[in-house]
């Protein structure tokens, strides 16, 4: 019989906030494979600001999943725009802290749950295991998809040191603390060396799920239409920022080397779409530069399967995360144009398992030189592809064994 883990995390469908919720999905998908059966306790929908219905028939069969009440001090509790910021401590839904952990105590007991697992980057949702943990004595995994510093850029001074204080907490409390990066586990052991000493630090990668990624197809036949870069969702003003991109671009157009006829690029789902379009314009690009709409996760993917080549913009800012299309990209197999920090943990990932053209991501030059090499090599259809042995490791079945393992070492 399989044993049951409380899974606490605020992204899941309906959600549409962020890819995030993809690894939170995929373990409640494959634990039950290892002898874990996921009891999901998340937020109500009303705390969302994008949801995407059609996203709750991902959601594993069979797979339990409770919701407690919670609101976004943003746009629920502000007047005119402000609020308290005692209200948005550690986060903007601290509200779900006190219904979650109710409903949390519950659940452990109904479902007779061995462990504890939360996700961030929502740090309510560690306050909530951290409490049903000192309340249970039940041992606890704790989550972190992204380095605590890179979701506190623009937040405020109360903020930021509540979410230290809650970061030295977890790491203090939590039987084991897991990465998503190997730099991310490196820096933390750096900050917490007393968690590295205790061996309570762990990576387990972002992935791909390869179910998701059958009859996809591939690039239709270039009878004449232009060659199609895709990037596929968010793109930061600071860190991954498109505008040395249309700069390279715009030299190349000015060069005569590329013009509207050869090549198309596609900026999906990037937000900011306002900025973008001025800088777009700016550089005279809207011939050959298209800012598209959000689609769900299978159409995107379609999309990706589809495009001759494919954009990835990490720069160093991001060095100690890997963003979770890394692994679509690289499990669709079709070439990369990567625009990263040239010592960051995507860049190594990218040069491990091959297939892509690797330039740094605000030098302007050099993104030219490398777009061009790049362009040529898809025309001439040369450009290298990744190599499925480098990329097996990151399936998403695999990270589950890996959070089975730590679950059954937590428990022992």
């Keep these: 019989m399989n044993r049951a883990v409380i899974m606490t995390g605020f992204h899941f469908p309906p959600s549409a906030l962020s890819s995030g919720h993809l690894r939170f999905l995929a373990f409640a998908k494959y634990l039950p494979e290892c002898g874990w059966d ?109 380095p605590v510093a890179s979701s506190t850029v623009g937040k405020s001074p109360m903020a930021v040191r509540s979410q230290a204080r809650w970061e030295r907490r977890v790491l203090s409390c939590a039987a084991r603390s897991v990465f998503t990066t190997r730099g991310a ?22 992935g ?38 249309f700069a390279a671009l715009a030299r190349l157009r000015d060069a005569g080397h590329v013009t509207p006829g050869m090549l198309r690029v596609v900026l999906r789902a990037s937000g900011t779409e306002a900025a973008y379009a001025r800088e777009i314009q700016r550089f005279g690009l809207g011939g050959m530069v298209t800012l598209a709409p959000p689609i769900g996760n ?21 060095d100690l995360q890997i963003p979770a299309k890394v692994y679509e990209y690289l499990r669709i ?51 290298p592809s990744p190599r499925p042995a480098a990329i097996a490791q990151y399936s998403r079945r695999a990270g589950a064994r890996l959070l089975a393992s730590l679950l059954e070492q937590v428990c022992t």
């Excluded at 509200?95 to 007991?109: C, E, H, P, Y």
């Excluded at 954009?311 to 160093?316: K, M, T, V």
Aim: neutral net charge; hydrophobic residues 45%.
């Design 333 to 383: 197999g079709q070439p990369i144009f990567a625009l990263v920090g040239p010592d960051g943990d995507t860049a190594t990932l990218l040069r491990e398992s091959g297939g892509a053209t690797l330039v740094a991501a605000d030098d302007v030059d050099a993104i030219a030189t490398g777009l061009s090499g790049f362009l040529r090599v898809l025309t001439e259809g040369t450009a």
């Design 208 to 245: 791909y799920d390869d179910e998701a990624f059958a009859d996809l197809g591939g690039p239709p036949p270039r009878t004449g239409r232009p060659l199609v870069l895709l990037h596929s969702g968010l793109l930061y003003p600071e860190g991954r920022s498109p505008v040395p991109f």
């Design 38 to 146: 996921p009891v999901v306790l998340s937020a109500t929908t009303g705390a969302y600001e994008l949801i995407d219905p059609a996203s709750v028939r991902s959601i594993p069969e069979g797979c339990h999943v409770y919701r407690a009440f919670a609101l976004d001090a943003k746009r629920h509790l502000a007047i005119m725009g402000k609020y308290p910021p005692i209200l948005a401590l550690p986060d903007r839904w601290a509200s779900w802290w006190a219904a979650a952990v109710w409903n949390g105590l519950r659940l452990i007991k109904r479902h007779r749950a061995q462990a504890i697992w939360s996700t961030f980057p929502i740090m309510t949702s560690h306050c909530v295991a951290y409490t049903l943990h000192r309340l249970t004595g039940i041992p606890w995994i704790a989550d972190f998809r992204d």
């Design 185 to 206: 586990m490196q820096r933390c052991a750096e900050h917490y060396p007393e968690a590295c000493r205790a061996g309570r630090l762990a990576v387990i990668a972002n």
């Design 298 to 318: 299978r159409e995107a993917l379609l999309e990706q399967a589809s495009a001759d080549g494919l954009l990835l913009f990490q720069g160093s800012r991001f």
